[in-house]
């Protein structure tokens, strides 16, 4: 519902069509002014309102981390858990609750760097798992440390001249360690993203969507890009849309583009379909006499 | 000349490493410990340090692991953490203390998960007890710049050679603002002689495996005799545990001599302890506030006085049976919780003072977890209510709180427990 108030419009926030889907008294969120996060939290509450997956049957998982906040946001079942333990955490609540929707939405921090061997495992298993990781190129939530998706370059309080490492290609290694459907979007790309969210979950199997956020805060104005905006402009003028691609080609450099798109979808037997296989296996056994 | 600068308790830790010249540094983010790193790196990197290297890992896992590794080439290092990411590094803190390499840590004190806090609180420094470490504590920033010098020289002294860490409080120390003395590097490296390595992996010479399997029972092996068990190296490690109590009283003497400054006799402190008939026991955050609960007791007559331990392992259990022995009461403040027993600092000083001859009455509480305020009358009202009670010791299980707030945050009992 839209209100006037003296000469602006303002949004009654009781009266917010998707305020169910967030948790009471958990608002306001800690997110700062101009971070992507909000716009993306609201595509994924779409996404998930759009896939008709019932949301009694979804479960939120999130490591530690900016984006990590977004399991205590969500009206959910949710686990907040240890700092880059979002994939094993999710991989107990799957196997032992196999009708669940099991979605891990945290950073890359989180999950490429301190959990980065949880992210190959899960990929390799084809675990039943929708991963919307947010990457805001370094550690936001503790002030803008250098990360494993650094670019070559970048300024950031533990690279005061500089970043000197390679970064990771995020779709590229869930892709090459075995997730069956991968994808990546930045923060601009609301529309594309929502139908990928959408796809991602409601395919079978590890799913995993890159966004590139935009966090003015501990990155952006550390690196000539001062405010959200100008990021987010920035990932306009810098992306191109390429289905399909090898995701090896997408690697991100320092003011070069930013290659978005579907890579990988594919069918496989999931770590779910599997563990049922071995059970049938199981009970087939004749017990010797 | 040695420089006042106005420094947070993490930019203290990282100048005395700068003071020290670590020779290597790893460490991951984590709040309220990330700023100890970003100086260093700011050091690094503006070329103020040359000679040190910065690692940039992946996890504390692997910060730990690194800096272990490092350590074993003959190289002075450094980690910090906090919590959670310090009970990430626990595997190796044992494997540190056990390769008996001197590796200094420093712990900007946070509550462990869950629920997640990310302030205050002693359980994570707590948690690390057992695995073989010289532990230090820090009430304020120019203490802590002299406990991690402290640390190294003790760590690296070869009746020792143990890793030590260096505890202060997250958010009250390490993000708070207070003028701490820099010393000069001559200073420094008269009190903080080179490092002399018991394995320099960059000693080609002599091959060395580090971290062997060993046997329960080790055969006679002929010409290559008995390799040592297990159980012998876990006995070193105790014994020069043991023994660093008396090369940390040392260390600070010297300490006291070269730069003027002291902190009691280097592993406790003391607060008007000369004429207490009733005493406080405390560490970190919790002893600095009780400095000032000790002045409102004195001035309604009661002769209170306060112990601050500064070491906590090796745990100096000889002088606290000195300190306490005419003192009728001890009240201990813990800002963790032994779970399932009582405050740490309050059964481990109860186990001291089991041998004493005059044993006083000694009551504990647990405060501030997860950073929650605890004032100086909040301590004074606990002395207080301490003093009136019977025989403390009846009923040493019993665990009393202050600082709850349980009816105004309506946090409701469930039917048969809490
Ligand atoms: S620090 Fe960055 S990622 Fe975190 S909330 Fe602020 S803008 Fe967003």
Redesign the pocket.
């Given at each position: 519902m839209i209100k006037k108030e003296s000469n602006s419009m303002i949004l009654d926030a009781e009266a917010h069509p998707l305020d169910s889907y967030l948790r009471p008294g958990r608002i306001p969120h800690?997110?700062?002014s101009?971070?992507?996060?909000g716009s993306i939290t609201t595509v994924v509450i779409e996404a998930i309102i759009e896939s008709e997956i019932d949301p009694k049957n979804i479960a939120i998982v999130s490591g530690i981390?900016?984006?990590g906040?977004a399991a205590g946001y969500l009206n959910f079942d949710s686990f907040h858990t240890t700092h880059g333990r979002a994939l094993p955490f999710a991989i107990g609540l799957g196997i032992t609750d196999p009708n669940r929707k099991v979605i891990v939405i945290s950073?890359d921090g989180d999950i490429a760097s301190i959990g980065g061997n949880h992210l190959i495992h899960a990929a390799r298993r084809n675990a039943d798992i929708t991963v919307f990781c947010?990457n805001?190129f370094q550690y936001?939530?503790t002030g803008?440390q250098v990360g494993p998706t650094s670019y070559i370059g970048q300024y950031q309080t533990t690279s005061p001249y500089g970043n000197i490492e390679e970064p990771f290609n995020l779709p590229a290694l869930a892709a090459s360690c075995g997730a069956t459907y991968v994808s990546r979007w930045t923060a601009l790309d609301v529309r594309r993203m929502k139908e990928s969210f959408v796809e991602a979950l409601l395919h079978k199997g590890f799913s995993f969507v890159e966004i590139l956020?935009?966090?003015?805060?501990?990155?952006?104005r550390r690196n000539q890009l001062r405010d959200?905006l100008t990021i987010l402009e920035n990932f306009k003028n810098r992306t191109i849309l390429q289905h399909g691609i090898d995701p090896m080609k997408a690697q991100i450099q320092k003011d070069g583009p930013i290659i978005v798109g579907k890579f990988v979808e594919i069918q496989k037997p999931t770590l779910t379909d599997n563990l049922l296989r071995l059970h049938k296996m199981a009970k087939n056994v004749k017990p010797e006499l | 000349m040695p420089s006042i600068k106005l420094l947070k308790g993490n930019h203290a830790a990282a100048y005395a490493c700068k003071s020290a010249r670590v020779g290597m540094v790893a460490a991951y983010p984590i709040t309220p410990q990330s700023p100890v790193v970003e100086k260093i790196s700011e050091f690094v990197e503006a070329g103020e340090l040359p000679g040190t290297e910065f690692v940039k890992v992946e996890s504390e896992q692997s910060a730990i692991a690194a800096v272990i590794a490092a350590s074993a080439t003959g190289s002075r290092v450094f980690t910090a953490s906090s919590a959670n990411g310090l009970a990430y590094m626990h595997e190796l803190l044992p494997w540190a203390a056990g390769t008996r390499l001197p590796v200094v840590l420093c712990i900007a004190s946070r509550a462990l998960a869950a629920p997640w806090s990310v302030w205050t609180d002693h359980a994570d420094v707590f948690a690390t007890r057992d695995c073989g470490w010289i532990t230090m504590f820090a009430e304020n920033n120019q203490e802590i710049y002299d406990t991690v010098l402290t640390a190294y020289r003790v760590a690296e002294d070869p009746n020792v050679y143990l890793p030590a860490f260096c505890a202060y409080d997250g958010y009250i120390l390490s993000h708070t603002l207070m003028p701490v003395q820099v010393e000069d590097i001559e200073k420094v490296d008269q009190f903080l002689p080179p490092l002399k390595h018991h394995i320099n992996l960059t000693d080609f010479e002599h091959v060395k495996g580090v971290g062997p399997v060993t046997l329960p029972d080790p055969p006679d092996r002929g010409e290559y005799g008995y390799a040592p068990g297990y159980f012998e190296f876990r006995f070193s490690m105790q014994r020069s545990l043991e023994h660093s109590l008396s090369v940390i009283k040392q260390a600070h003497k010297e300490f006291s001599e070269i730069f003027g400054r002291s902190y009691g006799n280097g592993v406790y402190k003391t607060y008007k302890m000369e004429d207490a008939e009733v005493a406080i026991f405390a560490v970190m955050s919790v002893a600095a506030e009780s400095r000032l609960a000790v002045d409102f007791l004195r001035e309604k007559g009661i002769k209170v006085g306060l112990v601050s331990l500064k070491v906590f392992r090796p745990f100096p259990s000889e002088d606290l049976r000195e300190i306490f022995k005419d003192i009728s009461n001890v009240v201990v403040f813990d800002r963790e919780i032994g779970y399932g027993w009582e405050g740490v600092l309050s059964y481990e000083l109860k186990a001291a003072l089991y041998k004493s001859s005059t044993q006083p009455d000694i009551k504990g509480y647990i405060v501030g977890l997860g950073g929650r305020d605890i004032t100086y009358q909040q301590i004074a009202k606990g002395v207080q209510t301490a003093l009136t009670m019977e025989s403390v010791n009846e009923n040493p299980i019993q665990t009393d709180f202050i600082g709850l707030q349980l009816d105004k945050l309506q946090f409701l009992k469930r039917e048969g427990g809490y």
């Open positions: 800690i997110w700062c101009g971070c992507s996060l981390g900016c984006t906040r950073g947010v805001n936001g939530m803008g956020g935009a966090c003015p805060t501990t990155y952006g959200g | -």
